[in-house]
């Protein structure tokens, strides 16, 4: 492993992630062996379902879990130094500078009592001793950057005054200020609507691959990061059950998870034989599991319609199929998914399994 | 406000933005203080007594704490009597030393609401960092903190005061010690809340991101968002310890009776109230009364325009 990193070290490397939530009703395993490698200008898709870790795991990284949660375990290696290991003011020079986050709410993430101009101007000045004014020169420099029409009037303006697509691109503009090499970008495209949510994307793609900066881009949305991402990890209940790039994932998905998410998406395209636009989308059966209760196998066998006794025991995250290195499934039984979704999904999940969901 | 997010709708909220750039939150506060006409007569009575007690020196016939210009054989004469020496009309009457009540009014003013504000902002200042610091230490720090505001806000204030005061004894400064050792627990406590509460929103989150030091999201981010409700507090709290100087000065353990402030003249005056010279405690009670209930008013209106959900 460590003898390839020595000629290319990856900008972020992540290695067996643990991030626990001390609760009062228990340790909820949140993050659990969180494993990946992020190349220098790479876009990650950290895709799932709400409340499979992808967001902790972002927040893992940027180091900015608080309590009661913590990571417990793992190495997070930024350019090749475990950021774990560092001091806090080491790694708040990280955050911010060479790590930026972009978060999902552009309403909650500013400020709304001070002008963007102050906010700014102080997220320059936590990282370079540079005056008032140069720093809001570089301010409206970010903002023009990322398509904001007339910067200097938007400076002065409070958050209430701009609309969600703005105060997204100021928030972009702030994560951008620096020059970061890792964004973490936190669905920061949800809370906004479609046309908006394109602009934003196309913008992101652009101003990333200008500077060839790596991203993590979290979201539940398939078709989102279908377009954006070179590779796609793909989480449920705290772990990664599926890994590869967007195409081997998206086309040829292994474990039944991912192809029940590629299954229940709503697509403008797609008609099902004789049924026209109306035909019902497929649901995954189940939910998931209580992070309490994690059954000590694979946490999706309750719900999969392969479910066999060897699933009692945790899948490892399997070896890699072949003619594809870098695609492999936390799975016993990968494989393409079988002909018929439809009637897959209509055989109740089996026997033993079902009882402890 | 709208949550616009279609392209048409930016552009709306553009020329809106350009409109109103200049324009901050504060403004918008101003321009809803001034919709109530009862805020707004408080204000303007705030605005009447602070002017007189500023320029006293000025608009008074008389210095009431130089005692050469005092003329004992003026003492409690009605309102309306002629001076016998200095050519001048007590147009309110004198007190038991012969001061013109009207001179004694107005640099008595001055006293209660240097003790008033004074006390409330140093209070403020005191009770906000205390606040702030146990909100953002959490733990220990802030059990212990606020077990101690507890301990203060058990205590009756004016049992008290009484007590420090006969510690450090009498004066304008032993006064405004005493009052922001009793008052700053209240913003201590409405501080740590806004503050724990505010330390959860998302935008302290991404401060964090960014890297920002954390003593600086507390000033710079944290702060300013709890400073709506702590005003409020700030106000109420100026009529307070005006009301609790004239009490100490009535009972005899505020400000000295060389410097009387409106306590102490209401105190002076009691003793005659029964052979019939109302004036002398009254028009010192009537100041005192216009005084607080001004800026009890413009409090009650801030608290009003502040609060978010009376808003919209």
Redesign the interface.
């Known amino acids: 492993m460590s003898a390839d990193i020595i000629d290319a070290v990856p900008t972020l490397e992540v290695r067996h992630l643990q991030t626990r939530f001390h609760t009062r009703a228990g340790v909820l395993p949140v993050v659990d062996d969180v494993s990946f490698t992020l190349g220098r200008g790479k876009v990650l898709g950290l895709v799932g379902e709400s409340g499979s870790g992808k967001s902790v795991t972002g927040f893992s990284i940027m180091g900015l879990v608080d309590a009661p949660g913590r990571v417990e375990g793992g190495q997070l290696l930024f350019q090749g130094r475990d950021m774990l290991q560092m001091s806090p003011a080491e790694r708040r020079d990280l955050r911010g500078n060479r790590i930026a986050m972009i978060f999902q709410d552009p309403m909650a993430t500013l400020n709304p009592v001070l002008r963007i101009d102050t906010q700014m101007i102080e997220a320059v000045q936590a990282h370079r001793r540079v005056g008032h004014a140069a720093a809001r020169r570089q301010a409206a420099d970010a903002l023009a950057q990322v398509g904001m029409p007339s910067p200097e009037d938007r400076l002065r303006a409070y958050p209430h005054q701009l609309s969600g697509g703005m105060r997204q691109r100021v928030a972009i503009a702030i994560a951008l200020l620096h020059g970061p090499d890792l964004i973490i970008a936190d669905e920061p495209t949800t809370a906004l609507d479609v046309t908006i949510q394109a602009q934003i994307l196309s913008e992101m793609q652009r101003l990333v691959a200008a500077r060839g900066t790596s991203l993590i881009w979290i979201s539940h949305d398939l078709s989102v990061v279908a377009g954006l991402a070179d590779e796609i990890a793909v989480m449920y209940a705290g772990r990664i059950v599926e890994h590869g790039t967007v195409d081997e994932v998206l086309d040829d998905p292994q474990h039944p998870y991912t192809q029940g998410l590629i299954g229940s998406l709503p697509s403008a395209n797609r008609r099902a034989p004789g049924q026209g636009r109306s035909a019902r989308l497929r649901q995954i059966p189940g939910m998931t599991p209580n992070l309490l209760q994690m059954p000590p196998g694979c946490a999706f066998a309750a719900r999969c319609a392969r479910a066999s006794a060897v699933c009692e025991s945790l899948p490892p995250l399997g070896a890699p199929r072949a003619g594809h290195p870098g695609h492999r499934a936390r799975c016993f039984h990968p494989g393409p998914a079988p002909a018929s979704m439809e009637t897959s999904n209509k055989t109740a999940p089996k026997t033993a399994m079902e009882k402890r969901a | ?1 709208s ?5 048409s ?2 552009g709306v ?2 020329a ?3 409109r ?3 324009h ?2 504060w403004w918008r506060v101003a321009a809803d203080f001034l919709h109530s006409r009862v805020a707004v007569v408080g204000l303007a009575l705030l605005a009447i007594v602070t002017i007189a007690a500023l320029a006293a020196p000025w608009i008074t016939p008389q210095n009431p704490y130089d005692l050469m210009q005092l003329d004992v054989l003026d003492a409690r004469l009605k309102p309306g009597t002629a001076s016998s020496a200095a050519g001048y009309t007590y147009w309110l009457g004198t007190d038991g030393q012969g001061r013109d009540l009207y001179s004694a009014i107005v640099y008595g003013l001055r006293i209660s609401l240097l003790v008033g504000v004074g006390s409330a902002v140093m209070a403020a200042v005191l009770g906000t960092g205390v606040g702030l610091l146990a909100a953002y230490a959490g733990g220990k720090v802030d059990a212990a903190l606020m077990r101690l505001v507890d301990l203060l806000l058990s205590f009756p204030t004016i049992l008290m005061a009484l007590m420090i005061l006969a510690y450090v004894g009498k004066g304008v400064a032993n006064v405004i010690l005493t009052l922001v050792l009793l008052e700053w627990a209240y913003y201590a406590r409405t501080a740590r809340g806004q503050a724990l509460v505010e330390t959860r ?3 302290v ?9 954390p003593w ?1 999201i507390l000033t ?2 944290i702060l ?2 709890c ?1 709506p409700p702590l005003l409020v507090i700030g106000a109420l709290q100026i009529a307070r310890a005006i009301t609790l100087e004239a009490t100490l000065s009535f009972l005899g353990l505020g400000v000295p009776i060389t410097e009387p402030s409106l306590g102490l003249l209401i105190s002076n005056g009691y003793q005659y109230l029964l052979s019939n010279e109302y004036w002398i405690s009254f028009f010192p009670g009537l100041a005192l009364l216009i005084t607080i209930v001004a800026i009890n008013l413009v409090g009650d209106q801030l608290r009003d325009v502040l609060n978010p959900r009376l808003q919209q």
């Open positions: 406000m949550e616009a997010t279609d392209v709708a930016e909220q553009a809106r933005a350009r109103f750039d200049a901050s939150i929103r998302e935008y989150e991404a401060a964090r991101g960014q890297g920002i030091a600086r710079g981010h300013p968002n400073l």
